[in-house]
């Protein structure tokens, strides 16, 4: 797979302003390893190989063991493995990105709800809308995993 193009050198303005997104997820008090399990579910959705492995690194960093990760596509057969706050993520990550399918259906959003705050719903909302347009930058324009390289 070779690049198309650097969209960071082509839109500095544009990818600065999602950094600024991406900063404020950073800080607004979800834990991170919730936002990287989130971050990680999204870009398998997409099928995102530079994201996909960027965020494993990054949940291995901070001490998420190999069985957890390996099993994240299949969280719903590992509960266990997962807390209820991340079982609840990752549930909402999925209805949210497949909007197109979902229509996010009441059930889902009192799910949701049901462990996080009206403020930490909105916050993963966000997280999982900016995971989604990191994966249509990075799959359109061909970003090679650090794995690939």
Known sequence: ??????YHATT?????ALAGAHGY???????VTLIDL???RVS????????IDLHSRDLLKNGVTIDKLVLVPVWHEAEALFTDRERAALRWAETV?????????DAEFQAVSAQFSEKEVADLTIAIGLMNLYNRLAIS???VPAAAR
């Not at 500095?12 to 600065?16: F, L, Q, R, T």
């Open 1 to 6: 797979m070779s690049p198309r193009l650097d």
């Open 12 to 16: 500095p303005a544009g990818m600065k």
């Open 25 to 31: 997820i950073g800080q607004c008090g979800l834990p």
């Open 38 to 40: 989130v971050y990680l």
């Open 44 to 51: 398998q959705i997409n099928g995102c190989a530079y994201c």
């Open 97 to 105: 990105t497949r909007v197109a399918e979902t229509a996010v259906p």
């Open 141 to 143: 324009f061909r970003t």
